[in-house]
């Protein structure tokens, strides 16, 4: 029997034609998400997890077995389909081409590799006609909800990329009616627009092609504060022009074209510069460049492994066969060294992931914060590109399955030491075994690097190939070394290597694998002057990946002459490689080669204040950058932009500096150099390195029993916690704050940590806890005559007051506090809480004077480039434009300010500001762009757990009738509150929070 699955639309399956009974929802929901990994194993915790969320029932384990038994009697019988118990977990078999999903998949991957327009239209029009729907109609969990966002993405890429080739093929008259729908529902789409006006202007209508134009330009100035992106500026000089390159192309061009990227995206290279000298591995290239042309209807291979020993050369043939194929991939190129086998230093796959989404234009604050929701964005961002992503000297499985994309669109190359046998078995990964250089490969390297002495010594050159076992790295120092003694023959050098490898004790005496290399390494480090000896032994204490020429002199202790001559001679040597920018960096071989030779040679002393002297240049480097940023005074003691500079190019290394301080004994740097570049982070910087250093210095200052920066530092990464919607974190880091600041005796800091505590609770919906927390920090900034404190505390008072329903007493509060700013001459805050009297719904409010406020704070804000406090002007100014009946004003302020929301990563912001969102869209008469908007907050609140912002968004989806109705209503109960007015007040930082 023949079984057909599908999932884009309802789930469904099928045998022999005849539809198969798959029970209630959440057993179609186990097989929806079975059909999703098709032939690859699901744990029953994550199977759980996918299925329920974190609404699982106690007896879910229980629950899934039943409805596992079930499936498989559903589909007993069907040829080749079973589900089964593997060590990994639950394992569908079935012939992915029976899925409907995995067939779009397929037949679009085939499209993007066809030779000619017609073939790629014909199987872009067979991969659309398997859609049915919404992929898992009438199901909805947490995890089906973002899968079926990224299949929807799919889709719509897999449809652009069906007009690019329809337009090359002249259908353009065709296509127009279908292209002006959808741009109508994708008004901010520049690939889109642009297919557009090509298609008007192919039409005779150059008029109607520069108003669609006009159109767009307006829409993102209107949403975005941006302008269109240069392809599309591009595309409309031409059209004004009538340029004769946009006529349809001729039958040869377009048996050449390929299906171009989107315009807006992102197109990184991040390929290392090609390999000098490289010599041999012709085999290998060529198994390398049959992935990309498989034989027969077999689509092109999604993952490939170079593995071998180290020092074989699997980086450079990796960089060498990327740089032959990138015409391949015109989305770009991924990379990264992942450090796999660095003892102190690998890259841990949440950085990683963090690193390609920036790469691929996620802006930092975007970028989720746990490792799963990361992997997640990251294949969707890669969803319909064709991209080459290497991933350098991986460890193990684990550090590169989340790496993997989710489309077969792209290619992964993997190199490794491991035979990574799990890639193979699970993913399908084909594997090129690199051995050692053959003899002839070997000589031929040396001939390139030494030139003629090869040939006038060949049997000596043989040699010397041997005592470098034949490893391209080991060649290539010896190499250097020849080069350099010119006045001593290839036997001479041989033999002097001979006697360093008898007498080189770092030789494993139980046959390390690495001891010829090492040997080699040796006889190179022996020949070096001292002081380049010296450099190269210490720049294996560096805990980054790179170092700066500054870095390098600050932990050698030298000149800027003295560093550039030693870091000279290391080059030559090929001992360290230097990179872009004056940065350099060392093989992980190297690395650990000088880190043992510093150990046995250098004291500990003086490996100590090497490390010292580089952690104190990098934390006056951050001292010095931070000043600039935020300057104390009016005078500004340095450039902005080189301080931003410096900072963004040596993060990596000052997170390490401080995971690095942390572990080995530098817990004043830590402590120091975390505090100074907090305030950078928390403002803009990736949230991961936040929370790494933050973490650091909370253990460097438990390992000295330093109390008080363990509380700041603790406070710290409370607030971090509570920007990523991570609440019960934020309330447990700060209430370890708060014990501590109370020990300590510091009113000032207990205060602010108890108002920020207060908000922790607000956001869970625990009002009563939230007013106490509030009420102790305005008794303490009373305490300590902080007007500015107290009137703080009112609003947030105030805000729980309106929150519960007393109108009154809100009303009274916000007023004290208004009077306190006014004394205060705090014209922000004024304007804040002006907006606050403005939402009560039964209230009158100075609705001119806080438009008026608030637009000269959005000015200032604006002028110090500040996107939190314009991002929460802006939802204010929202407020007041909906009390005066300007609806449109209103929901454009709200537009910009969820673009500048997603950016700093304020989910819980977000999560209010689509709501205000929907309900300004259903007053204006928009009930299903509404009920969009609040279905994007409750997904949001659902996240972070805000009862109080989830009610609302189901208030709003509901439209006043429905379970969406009662389960607003449930909420609020719960929550003992009245349902929640139009633009209902929200807690958060304001502009001037410390």
Same mark, same amino acid.
């Given at each position: 029997?023949?079984?057909?699955?599908?999932?884009?639309?309802?789930?469904?399956?099928?045998?022999?034609?005849?539809?198969?009974?798959?029970?209630?929802?959440?057993?179609?929901?186990?097989?929806?998400?079975?059909?999703?990994?098709?032939?690859?194993?699901?744990?029953?915790?994550?199977?759980?997890?996918?299925?329920?969320?974190?609404?699982?029932?106690?007896?879910?384990?229980?629950?899934?077995?039943?409805?596992?038994?079930?499936?498989?009697?559903?589909?007993?019988?069907?040829?080749?389909?079973?589900?089964?118990?593997?060590?990994?977990?639950?394992?569908?078999?079935?012939?992915?081409?029976?899925?409907?999903?995995?067939?779009?998949?397929? =037949?679009?991957?085939?499209?993007?590799?066809?030779?000619?327009?017609?073939?790629?239209?014909?199987?872009?029009?067979?991969?659309?006609?398997?859609?049915?729907?919404?992929?898992?109609?009438?199901?909805?969990?947490?995890?089906?909800?973002?899968?079926?966002?990224?299949?929807?993405?799919?889709?719509?890429?897999?449809?652009?990329?069906?007009?690019?080739?329809?337009?090359?093929?002249?259908?353009?008259?065709?296509?127009?009616?279908?292209?002006?729908?959808?741009?109508?529902?994708?008004?901010?789409?520049?690939?889109?627009?642009?297919?557009?006006?090509?298609?008007?202007?192919?039409?005779?209508?150059?008029?109607?092609?520069?108003?669609?134009?006009?159109?767009?330009?307006?829409?993102?100035?209107?949403?975005?504060?941006?302008?269109?992106?240069?392809?599309?500026?591009?595309?409309?000089?031409?059209?004004?022009?009538?340029?004769?390159?946009?006529?349809?192309?001729?039958?040869?061009?377009?048996?050449?074209?390929?299906?171009?990227?989107?315009?807006?995206?992102?197109?990184?290279?991040?390929?290392?510069?090609?390999?000098?000298?490289?010599?041999?591995?012709?085999?290998?290239?060529?198994?390398?460049?049959?992935?990309?042309?498989?034989?027969?209807?077999?689509?092109?291979?999604?993952?490939?492994?170079?593995?071998?020993?180290?020092?074989?050369?699997?980086?450079?043939?990796?960089?060498?066969?990327?740089?032959?194929?990138?015409?391949?991939?015109?989305?770009?190129?991924?990379?990264?060294?992942?450090?796999?086998?660095?003892?102190?230093?690998?890259?841990?796959?949440?950085?990683?992931?963090?690193?390609?989404?920036?790469?691929?234009?996620?802006?930092?604050?975007?970028?989720?914060?746990?490792?799963?929701?990361?992997?997640?964005?990251?294949?969707?961002?890669?969803?319909?590109?064709?991209?080459?992503?290497?991933?350098?000297?991986?460890?193990?499985?684990?550090?590169?399955?989340?790496?993997?994309?989710?489309?077969?669109?792209?290619?992964?190359?993997?190199?490794?030491?491991?035979?990574?046998?799990?890639?193979?078995?699970?993913?399908?990964?084909?594997?090129?075994?690199?051995?050692?250089?053959?003899?002839?490969?070997?000589?031929? =390297?040396?001939?390139?690097?030494?030139?003629?002495?090869?040939?006038?010594?060949?049997?000596?050159?043989?040699?010397?190939?041997?005592?470098?076992?034949?490893?391209?790295?080991?060649?290539?120092?010896?190499?250097?070394?020849?080069?350099?003694?010119?006045?001593?023959?290839?036997?001479?050098?041989?033999?002097?290597?001979?006697?360093?490898?008898?007498?080189?004790?770092?030789?494993?005496?139980?046959?390390?694998?690495?001891?010829?290399?090492?040997?080699?390494?040796?006889?190179?480090?022996?020949?070096?002057?001292?002081?380049?000896?010296?450099?190269?032994?210490?720049?294996?204490?560096?805990?980054?990946?790179?170092?700066?020429?500054?870095?390098?002199?600050?932990?050698?202790?030298?000149?800027?002459?003295?560093?550039?001559?030693?870091?000279?001679?290391?080059?030559?040597?090929?001992?360290?490689?230097?990179?872009?920018?004056?940065? !350099?960096?060392?093989?992980?071989?190297?690395?650990?080669?000088?880190?043992?030779?510093?150990?046995?040679?250098?004291?500990?002393?003086?490996?100590?204040?090497?490390?010292?002297?580089?952690?104190?240049?990098?934390?006056?480097?951050?001292?010095?950058?931070?000043?600039?940023?935020?300057?104390?005074?009016?005078?500004?003691?340095?450039?902005?932009?080189?301080?931003?500079?410096?900072?963004?190019?040596?993060?990596?290394?000052?997170?390490?500096?401080?995971?690095?301080?942390?572990?080995?004994?530098?817990?004043?740097?830590?402590?120091?150099?975390?505090?100074?570049?907090?305030?950078?982070?928390?403002?803009?910087?990736?949230?991961?390195?936040?929370?790494?250093?933050?973490?650091?210095?909370?253990?460097?200052?438990?390992?000295?029993?330093?109390?008080?920066?363990?509380?700041?530092?603790?406070?710290?990464?409370?607030?971090?916690?509570?920007?990523?919607?991570?609440?019960?974190?934020?309330?447990?880091?700060?209430?370890?704050?708060?014990?501590?600041?109370?020990?300590?005796?510091?009113?000032?800091?207990?205060?602010?940590?108890?108002?920020?505590?207060?908000?922790?609770?607000?956001?869970?919906?625990?009002?009563?806890?939230?007013?106490?927390?509030?009420?102790?920090?305005?008794?303490?900034?009373?305490?300590?005559?902080?007007?500015?404190?107290?009137?703080?505390?009112?609003?947030?008072?105030?805000?729980?007051?309106?929150?519960?329903?007393?109108?009154?007493?809100?009303?009274?509060?916000?007023?004290?506090?208004?009077?306190? !700013?006014?004394?205060?001459?705090?014209?922000?805050?004024?304007?804040?809480?002006?907006?606050?009297?403005?939402?009560?719904?039964?209230?009158?409010?100075?609705?001119?004077?806080?438009?008026?406020?608030?637009?000269?704070?959005?000015?200032?804000?604006?002028?110090?480039?500040?996107?939190?406090?314009?991002?929460?002007?802006?939802?204010?100014?929202?407020?007041?434009?909906?009390?005066?009946?300007?609806?449109?004003?209103?929901?454009?302020?709200?537009?910009?300010?969820?673009?500048?929301?997603?950016?700093?990563?304020?989910?819980?912001?977000?999560?209010?500001?689509?709501?205000?969102?929907?309900?300004?869209?259903?007053?204006?008469?928009?009930?299903?762009?509404?009920?969009?908007?609040?279905?994007?907050?409750?997904?949001?609140?659902?996240?972070?757990?805000?009862?109080?912002?989830?009610?609302?968004?189901?208030?709003?989806?509901?439209?006043?009738?429905?379970?969406?109705?009662?389960?607003?209503?449930?909420?609020?109960?719960?929550?003992?509150?009245?349902?929640?007015?139009?633009?209902?007040?929200?807690?958060?930082?304001?502009?001037?929070?410390?």
């Amino acid at each position: 029997m023949t079984a057909e699955f599908g999932v884009l639309g309802a789930v469904e399956a099928r045998i022999d034609g005849r539809s198969v009974d798959l029970g209630h929802a959440r057993q179609r929901c186990v097989l929806g998400v079975l059909l999703v990994e098709a032939g690859r194993p699901v744990a029953a915790d994550q199977l759980i997890e996918r299925v329920w969320g974190e609404r699982a029932p106690q007896r879910a384990t229980g629950a899934l077995y039943s409805y596992l038994s079930r499936l498989r009697g559903a589909v007993a019988g069907a040829g080749g389909v079973e589900i089964r118990r593997d060590p990994g977990g639950y394992l569908l078999t079935v012939d992915p081409q029976a899925v409907d999903l995995h067939r779009f998949r397929r =037949l679009m991957t085939l499209a993007r590799a066809a030779e000619s327009d017609r073939s790629a239209a014909a199987l872009i029009e067979q991969a659309l006609d398997l859609w049915r729907g919404d992929p898992f109609g009438g199901l909805d969990t947490r995890w089906l909800s973002a899968t079926r966002r990224t299949l929807l993405s799919e889709r719509f890429a897999a449809e652009l990329d069906g007009n690019d080739v329809l337009l090359r093929l002249g259908r353009h008259g065709e296509l127009l009616p279908a292209l002006s729908a959808a741009v109508a529902e994708h008004p901010l789409d520049e690939r889109l627009a642009g297919q557009a006006m090509l298609a008007l202007y192919r039409c005779g209508r150059q008029a109607d092609a520069d108003e669609r134009y006009r159109r767009i330009r307006s829409s993102l100035a209107d949403e975005l504060g941006s302008d269109p992106g240069p392809e599309l500026r591009r595309l409309h000089q031409q059209i004004l022009a009538a340029d004769p390159a946009l006529a349809v192309p001729s039958l040869e061009a377009r048996a050449s074209s390929a299906v171009p990227v989107a315009a807006t995206a992102s197109v990184p290279a991040q390929l290392p510069a090609d390999v000098r000298a490289f010599t041999g591995r012709t085999g290998e290239l060529t198994a390398l460049d049959r992935l990309l042309a498989p034989d027969g209807d077999e689509p092109p291979l999604t993952v490939a492994l170079l593995s071998g020993t180290a020092g074989v050369g699997k980086s450079a043939l990796a960089v060498r066969w990327a740089h032959r194929v990138r015409e391949s991939f015109p989305d770009g190129q991924l990379y990264i060294n992942l450090r796999g086998y660095d003892a102190e230093q690998p890259v841990a796959v949440a950085d990683a992931l963090a690193g390609f989404l920036t790469a691929l234009g996620v802006r930092g604050p975007e970028i989720p914060p746990g490792t799963d929701e990361r992997a997640a964005r990251y294949r969707s961002e890669l969803t319909g590109r064709r991209m080459l992503v290497l991933l350098d000297n991986a460890s193990s499985v684990e550090q590169v399955r989340p790496l993997l994309p989710g489309t077969g669109s792209c290619l992964v190359l993997i190199t490794s030491r491991d035979s990574l046998r799990g890639m193979v078995a699970v993913h399908g990964a084909e594997r090129v075994n690199l051995d050692l250089l053959p003899p002839a490969d070997a000589a031929g =390297l040396l001939r390139k690097l030494i030139g003629v002495r090869v040939d006038r010594e060949p049997e000596a050159a043989a040699e010397l190939a041997a005592a470098c076992a034949r490893l391209p790295l080991a060649l290539r120092i010896a190499a250097e070394l020849a080069a350099e003694r010119t006045d001593v023959s290839l036997s001479e050098l041989v033999a002097e290597l001979g006697d360093h490898q008898m007498r080189l004790d770092l030789l494993d005496a139980g046959g390390d694998p690495h001891a010829e290399v090492r040997a080699v390494f040796s006889w190179s480090y022996q020949n070096l002057p001292s002081g380049a000896a010296r450099t190269f032994r210490l720049l294996g204490l560096h805990p980054g990946e790179t170092a700066h020429f500054d870095a390098v002199a600050a932990l050698i202790g030298a000149g800027d002459g003295e560093t550039r001559r030693l870091l000279d001679v290391l080059t030559r040597a090929s001992l360290v490689q230097a990179g872009r920018g004056g940065r !350099y960096t060392m093989h992980d071989l190297l690395r650990a080669y000088a880190a043992e030779l510093a150990a046995r040679h250098d004291p500990e002393p003086e490996r100590r204040a090497a490390l010292t002297r580089l952690f104190d240049h990098y934390l006056a480097g951050a001292t010095t950058a931070m000043a600039t940023l935020y300057p104390a005074g009016e005078e500004v003691p340095g450039d902005p932009d080189t301080a931003r500079s410096w900072i963004e190019a040596e993060r990596p290394n000052l997170a390490a500096v401080c995971t690095s301080g942390a572990a080995h004994g530098w817990y004043q740097h830590t402590i120091d150099l975390a505090a100074t570049l907090f305030r950078y982070l928390d403002a803009g910087g990736p949230v991961t390195e936040a929370v790494t250093v933050t973490a650091s210095a909370v253990t460097a200052a438990r390992a000295v029993g330093d109390h008080a920066s363990q509380a700041r530092a603790l406070a710290n990464l409370g607030r971090l916690h509570r920007r990523q919607g991570r609440l019960h974190e934020a309330a447990e880091t700060y209430r370890e704050a708060l014990v501590l600041y109370a020990r300590l005796g510091e009113p000032a800091a207990e205060a602010l940590v108890l108002r920020n505590l207060g908000s922790v609770d607000w956001r869970l919906g625990d009002y009563r806890r939230a007013a106490d927390h509030y009420l102790r920090a305005r008794t303490l900034f009373g305490e300590l005559g902080d007007d500015a404190g107290r009137a703080d505390a009112l609003v947030r008072l105030g805000l729980v007051d309106a929150r519960l329903g007393d109108e009154t007493r809100a009303a009274r509060r916000f007023t004290s506090a208004l009077e306190l !700013y006014a004394e205060l001459g705090d014209r922000f805050s004024e304007a804040y809480v002006l907006s606050l009297l403005a939402r009560l719904p039964h209230r009158p409010a100075s609705l001119d004077r806080a438009a008026e406020l608030l637009e000269e704070s959005l000015a200032t804000v604006r002028r110090n480039g500040d996107r939190t406090a314009e991002a929460y002007a802006l939802t204010d100014l929202a407020a007041i434009e909906a009390r005066r009946d300007r609806l449109a004003e209103a929901a454009g302020h709200l537009r910009r300010a969820l673009v500048l929301l997603r950016r700093i990563g304020d989910r819980a912001s977000e999560a209010e500001a689509l709501n205000d969102l929907g309900q300004v869209l259903l007053a204006a008469g928009d009930p299903s762009e509404a009920r969009a908007q609040h279905g994007q907050a409750l997904e949001l609140a659902e996240e972070i757990g805000d009862r109080y912002e989830q009610a609302r968004a189901h208030d709003g989806i509901a439209d006043g009738a429905g379970p969406h109705l009662e389960r607003a209503r449930k909420i609020y109960a719960d929550l003992e509150v009245p349902a929640a007015p139009t633009l209902s007040p929200g807690a958060r930082r304001r502009p001037t929070e410390p």
